[in-house]
């Protein structure tokens, strides 16, 4: 069928919306009109050449859909469901599935080459006519495009309470910065937590610090009106930078720190981390989620200097989260659900919609600070 998708062709260059040829749907796959598609960040790190991809690519991971028609063998939806899907593939029975870390399949080893999990081959081809170039898809996705095929496995049917314009979020940031938070982080009632960019994820790590429990929540974002919305989302403090926020984390936990740091800035500072060791408590816990340049170096560690700065001597952790650490077939419904409760605030997460033709100024828009997440409306 003939759809239309936003591509990137190389790093440096802009998303360009074209026509595109969709293959139906081979054994395991599903076809899904794509109804919202957040813009995460990640795939700013793609277009600027920060993180390499296999172009030319359909970008877009993070969305909500109705599934349209199924391959054989496909038992999990049928046309009609409604459906989020998960930026992680999950096959449920593989080592790291069975014990209950999703975040973790081993499906998502091929999640680079973005070509279908069933046969390595593609269903997108570039161009009006079928045989066109082969595209790959963001996180095995694709969602920033009409129509997508995936495997099952990044499909998690929900019910239809949450709206496509907010359930989308869930499929990648709201979980992974929640779950930065509540399960990376370990948060727990009375935890002193910081969150260090406050967009997309770091907005859903303040609403799942609070919770968790958390006493305090120091959000740090140089944007004013990230700090501003992250008040909304349950943040006690807010600071504009990290080294700002020492002082005021030291005053406001009587120098015992931060139980849990997490790090959701737009792009990950290396050079920045001695001072993000020094927000962390005894035993304090920072998430590492954001994601560096691959040129940038790393960072210069004082592992064992002075006391706040000392790892071993604090015994401080530095744990990375990939999906936040989720098990999405449970913990999308879980989020859907306390947004129906009212007890997770979605709809202020999404600051402005947009339709699929005007995705270059959503991302502008993003980079220039003006949305918590903005969502294409297909
Ligand atoms: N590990 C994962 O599974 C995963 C999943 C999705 C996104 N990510 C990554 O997480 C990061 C955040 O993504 P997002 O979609 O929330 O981005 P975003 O652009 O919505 O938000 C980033 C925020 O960081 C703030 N910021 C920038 N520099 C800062 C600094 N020095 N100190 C404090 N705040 C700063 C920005 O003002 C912005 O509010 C990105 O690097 C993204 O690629 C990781
Ligand atoms: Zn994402
Ligand atoms: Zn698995």
Not at 16 to 37: H, S
Not at 53 to 63: K, L, Q, R, S, T
Not at 93 to 122: F, V
Request: proline residues 5%.
């Amino acid at each position: 069928m003939r759809t239309q998708a936003a591509i990137l062709w190389e790093p440096g260059t802009e998303w360009k919306v074209e026509d595109i040829e969709l293959d139906p749907p081979r054994a395991g796959e599903v076809l899904v009109r794509v109804a919202t598609a957040g813009l995460c960040h990640s795939e700013e790190h793609h277009r600027n050449g920060d993180v390499p991809f296999a172009a030319p690519m359909i970008g877009g991971h993070e969305g909500a859909g109705y599934v349209e028609a199924t391959g054989p063998g496909v038992t999990l939806v049928r046309p009609g469901d409604y459906i989020v899907f998960s930026s992680i593939p999950n096959c449920g029975r593989c080592p790291s599935c069975a014990e209950g870390r999703q975040h973790l399949c081993d499906l998502g080893a091929g999640i680079m080459k973005g070509r279908q999990i069933g046969d390595g081959t593609a269903r997108h081809h570039a161009g009006r006519a079928a045989g066109g170039p082969d595209l790959g898809i963001s996180c095995l996705v694709g969602c920033h495009a009409r129509h997508t095929v995936v495997n099952e496995a990044s499909v998690i049917p929900v019910d239809a309470t949450a709206a496509p314009e907010v359930a989308c979020l869930t499929g990648c940031g709201v979980a992974t910065g929640w779950g930065s938070a509540v399960y990376a982080g370990g948060t727990r009632p009375g935890s002193s937590v910081a969150v260090v960019g406050c967009g997309g994820l770091g907005s859903a790590a303040i609403q799942g610090a609070r919770l968790a429990g958390a006493r305090h929540v120091f959000a740090i974002d140089p944007v004013p009106f990230k700090r501003d919305k992250a008040r909304d989302f349950g943040a006690t403090h807010v600071a504009e930078t990290v080294t700002a926020a020492r002082g005021l984390v030291r005053e406001v936990t009587w120098g015992r720190m931060c139980d849990v740091v997490v790090l959701t800035m737009g792009t990950g500072r290396a050079d920045l981390m001695d001072d993000i060791l020094a927000l962390a408590a005894k035993r304090g816990r920072i998430v590492v989620t954001n994601i560096y340049p691959v040129r940038d170096g790393g960072p210069a560690l004082a592992l064992n200097g002075p006391a706040l700065n000392g790892i071993a001597a604090w015994e401080k952790q530095l744990v990375g989260c990939i999906f936040g650490s989720v098990n999405s077939r449970a913990d999308i419904p879980r989020l859907l659900g306390l947004y129906s409760d009212g007890r997770l605030d979605l709809t202020g997460m999404v600051t402005r919609t947009y339709p699929l033709e005007d995705i270059n100024a959503g991302y502008q828009d993003m980079r220039d600070g003006r949305n918590i997440r903005g969502v294409l409306v297909m």
